[in-house]
């Protein structure tokens, strides 16, 4: 090798080593790998860095609140939308629920059989500090929760940090901006820019991950010993699985009864699922996903309702990843869950899912409110899962993207404004594939 040629071979590694050290991924495996090594070697020391996870999760939690407000605010308003389209806002949301719901349930079912979680005997108090409340002091079942709902004060439910009532009063928030149209266009502009605002903080937050990835993964080692590290591989596994299971099981069947072919689909946005890959984010793709579907025949009305509203109500690999996440969480700290108990974690998933919009980092915050909602699995116990929910992140993104671009194929085709045949042409390669 030539003086030239090791010059340049020594540049392209620096290139290379700077493209990676400059991603937050990156320093998420470092530090997990940092942190698991320090809880191993000195279980003590990996204790005392506790501290870091906690604060990491009341970043976290600081944020909930008020994403998830304004979120169901947006989604709410942008009824006007709906309105002008009538049958295909309807149809786009009936789809939306029940593929939510589909793949909440898969999650549930793949976590209660395969047991992920099982056999860590974590005690809660370990985690939190404190003892978990007591179930008389707590509203539990249906009857309790639905009497819990209703706040008594607007701001005490955001004090409180009570994501039900929180809402609640987002409901009744977004449904008087509808009514209001054009009077309310003002404060909707405003509440878009909040929005913005809110998941930058959620943003900066996320670059504290690493190191409460590494007080969260130092603490679990060192606590609990090197069976959490097998019992968290055992999550990732089943939710990468499970995530498989659903896009080429039932995905792939919804395509083909509109006929379509999955793989093909996968084909022919093979760059934007890359760049989502990349970026763990379905945001980066959206204008570009939008023409495609339109040059394969979808109709663009429908594209362009069915899209955006699916970033926020649609979100397949979200819903797994959350039903999984918390009955992992459950079984790892002994918590019992009932049919009734994982009916109603169900049901409040259905609403709080919908609060992941395509932003890294914002199915950690879901996943909070969540478990502050129903309240039978401590919030703290999301400690257990910082340090590998950046690994998640790929297979939820791509689900998700996946999931809206099936929806969009299937709206368009019940609201029989699909061309199958220009689709056919696009996908098999007769035409231009790229935008």
């Known amino acids: 090798m030539t003086a030239v040629q090791r010059g340049s071979a020594s540049s392209g590694l620096r290139s290379r080593w700077r493209t990676v050290s400059r991603q937050l991924y990156f320093w998420v495996l470092v530090a ?5 090594l320090l809880g191993l070697v000195a279980p003590g020391v990996g204790e005392a860095f506790k501290p870091a996870g906690d604060i990491f999760i009341s970043l976290i939690k600081m944020i909930i609140t008020p994403i998830v407000f304004v979120t ?54 370990t985690l939190s500090g404190q003892e978990v409340p007591a179930t008389d002091e707590t509203p539990s079942g249906m009857g309790g929760l639905l009497e819990s709902v209703v706040p008594d004060s607007v701001v005490g ?26 009077r309310g266009a003002t404060l909707r502009t405003g509440l878009e820019s909040l929005q913005h605002v809110f998941f930058t903080i959620l943003r900066v937050v996320m670059y504290f991950a690493p190191v409460g990835a590494f007080g969260a993964v130092a603490f679990t080692t060192g606590k609990y010993g090197a069976e959490t590290l097998g019992r968290l591989g055992a999550l990732m596994a089943c939710f990468y699985v499970t995530c498989v299971l659903f ?126 909602a129903v309240h039978t699995i401590p919030v703290a116990g999301i400690a257990l899962i910082i340090g590998i929910d950046r690994f998640m992140n790929e297979a939820r993104a791509l689900t998700n993207l996946v999931g809206n671009l099936g929806a969009t194929i299937v709206v368009s085709r019940w609201e029989r404004d699909f061309d199958v045949q220009q689709a056919r042409s696009v996908l098999s390669g007769a035409q231009p594939r790229e935008v």
Request: net charge neutral; hydrophobic share 55%; charged share 10%.
């Open 247 to 372: 896009v080429f099981g039932v995905l792939a069947l919804v395509l083909r009864l509109c006929g379509v072919s999955l793989w093909r689909l996968l084909r022919y946005f093979r760059q934007e699922l890359l760049v989502v890959l990349a970026t763990t984010s379905t945001e980066t793709v959206l204008p570009q996903s939008m023409e495609k579907l339109r040059r394969m025949g979808c109709g663009r009305s429908v594209v362009n309702l069915t899209i955006p509203s699916g970033y926020s109500f649609n979100l397949d690999g979200a819903a797994i990843y959350l039903t999984m996440t918390s009955l992992f969480i459950a079984q790892a700290l002994d918590i019992d869950l009932s049919l009734g108990d994982q009916i109603l974690l169900l049901g409040v998933l259905v609403i709080s899912a919908k609060g992941g919009a395509g932003v890294t980092g914002a199915a950690l915050a879901v996943l909070a409110a969540t478990l502050s």
């Open 72 to 125: 169901v605010v947006l989604g709410i308003s942008s009824a006007t939308s709906l309105r002008k389209v009538g049958r295909v806002g309807v149809k786009a949301l009936v789809y939306f629920q029940c593929m939510t719901l589909l793949a909440l349930t898969l999650g549930l079912v793949v976590a209660d059989v395969f047991q992920p979680g099982a056999g860590l005997d974590i005690d809660p108090a």
């Open 32 to 36: 997990v790998l940092a942190g698991a």
């Open 157 to 182: 439910a955001f004090a409180d940090g009570n994501i039900l009532q929180v809402l609640v009063f987002a409901i009744l928030f977004g449904v008087a901006l509808t009514l209001l149209g054009e």
